[in-house]
């Protein structure tokens, strides 16, 4: 398998509910990214690990937990989200950081 | 503040019609500016990087070029194969936190 993989594909929760976004990437790449998708809006960076930093966006609400194990697996973990949560959620890998990103198809988040 | 603007947010094209899309931007210090595709259902998939005023850069019937203010991704004698969105993305400075995408234009080539 090549690429960056995620899963699930589609998710929908309650607000009460816990989960998690799983991201594989089998690029060899150094750095990965969460970004959140949504409409007519430009894709809002929310994590990024590399072998450099972790960068965190400050405007992310703490309901948002990643974790990064390893180089190729990134996690999101959610928990008691809100409606407005409800978006696209795309992990990112690069060889280096911010150039020419690899993105996964996305997990399509619906928050009930 | 560092702002990267698209246009037109959608644009309908007959096939062989060519055309072109414009990613505007405002940053201080240009490291990279980078044009992705996103089909729907998917993740954006890379498509050029320009890093200097004047650098062009070709793949089929796509060319983008980059000014000192802007960029632009030419479709030449587009085909439906080519209806996607179009997403423009900028790095200003180093960092992770500093690359900045556009909202993209929504492209339909109709037979």
């Known amino acids: 398998e090549t690429g960056v993989t995620q899963t699930p594909r589609h998710l929908v929760m309650g607000m009460t509910n816990k989960k998690s976004l799983k991201c594989e990437q089998h690029l060899g790449h150094n750095a990965m990214y969460w970004y959140k998708q949504s409409a007519k809006k430009p894709l809002e960076l929310m994590f990024v690990y590399s072998l450099e930093e972790r960068v965190e966006n400050n405007s992310v609400p703490s309901r948002f937990s990643p974790e990064c194990p390893n180089s190729s697996h990134l996690f999101l973990h959610l928990h008691t989200l809100q409606p407005e949560d409800s978006a696209l959620y795309l992990c990112?890998?690069?060889?280096?950081?911010?150039?020419?990103?690899?993105f996964g198809s996305g997990t399509q988040l619906s928050v009930l | 503040e560092d702002q990267v603007t698209q246009s037109p947010e959608a644009l309908r094209l007959q096939e062989g019609e060519s055309s072109s899309l414009n990613c505007s931007y405002t940053v201080s210090g240009l490291r990279g500016l980078f044009w992705y595709r996103q089909d729907p259902g998917k993740g954006p998939e890379f498509l050029f990087t320009l890093y200097s005023a004047g650098e062009e850069k070709e793949k089929e019937r796509l060319k983008a070029t980059l000014t000192k203010k802007e960029s632009f991704l030419h479709i030449t004698a587009p085909k439906p194969e080519d209806s996607a969105t179009y997403l423009c993305a900028v790095q200003a400075g180093a960092g992770a936190n500093n690359l900045f995408f556009g909202t993209g234009t929504r492209l339909t080539v109709i037979p």
């Open positions: 990112a890998s690069s060889m280096v950081t911010n150039e020419k990103l690899f």
